[in-house]
């Protein structure tokens, strides 16, 4: 019993919050394509496996996503974890911190291979461009994206630096490469940073950096303990254009051989 009346408050908010999206559609499709909503029974069903599905999710991530990125944070940044036993206070020095940069990195890569929403955009590219864009390479190049950055987000923590700095750093990079990356890719890498941070991404990384701002001495929370979803959604762009470059490129490499082959091979 008090099992049900715990999953009731999440339960009344997701309808709250879904029922809007789901009066939009309907309105649509009755009143302005007027046609009856096909497969009614199964629209239905699946969207009580979605209000159901999102408040478990909801109740995860405050029972044990959101406390487990904060504690590995503490233990990561704890003293006696960090210092030699004979010392108690904590190293200053920002390499001290380097288990926090493989947490952070290993975290980031499991995530976003995880991230449903990655995994539906890497079959769609797939689809669409005829097999052309692989679905893992796809899915492994925002991964590594993501790894990057929230590692060097959580070196900017530990460093105290601005986070506009590295921002306008990243997307003058970002510009650059759009400038030089095939014409095809550059929609998809820069939709391959916004998916990132969905579901499975975001509670960890935002629960990461709370965390390691609250326990590293002299960051404030509310100033640098968020930033890391920025660094989420940027730096996958940068891996997705750097990736589609190196395969032109290769495939520049190998249709280049071919051709010298062919031209010194006499036609049999």
């Known amino acids: 019993m008090a099992g049900l009346m715990h999953l009731l408050g999440p339960l009344a908010l997701t309808v709250r919050d879904v029922l809007p999206i ?64 004979a010392h108690v206070e904590a190293p200053a020095h920002w390499a001290s911190f380097y288990w926090v940069y493989c947490f952070a990195f290993l975290i980031g890569f499991s995530t976003t ?16 461009s005829g097999g052309s864009i692989g679905i893992w390479g796809l899915r492994i190049a925002v991964a590594l994206g993501v790894a990057v950055g929230i590692a060097l987000g959580s070196y900017r923590i530990v460093a105290g630096h601005p986070i506009h700095y590295y921002i306008i ?74 990736y589609a470059q190196l395969a032109g490129r290769r495939k520049g490499e190998k249709t280049t051989t071919a051709t010298a082959k062919n031209e010194v091979e006499p036609p049999k």
């Open 22 to 85: 789901a009066a939009v559609i309907v309105g649509f499709q009755l009143f302005v394509i007027r046609r009856p909503i096909p497969n009614l029974r199964k629209v239905t069903i699946g969207f009580v496996y979605v209000v159901v599905g999102l408040s478990l999710f909801m109740m995860g991530l405050e029972s044990a996503l959101f406390p487990l990125g904060r504690i590995m944070a503490e233990q990561l940044t704890d003293p006696a974890f960090l210092a030699a036993p």
């Open 113 to 128: 291979i995880a991230e449903p929403s990655l995994m539906a955009v890497a079959i769609k590219a797939n689809e669409v």
């Open 169 to 242: 750093v990243g997307y003058v990079v970002v510009i650059v490469q759009t400038r030089f990356a095939p014409k095809l890719i550059v929609p998809l890498a820069y939709d391959s940073g916004g998916v990132t941070t969905s579901t499975v991404t975001v509670p960890l990384v935002t629960a990461l950096g709370l965390g390691l701002s609250e326990a590293v001495t002299g960051r404030n929370p509310l100033i640098d303990g968020f930033g890391l979803i920025a660094f989420a959604s940027l730096f996958p762009i940068m891996s997705v254009l750097g």
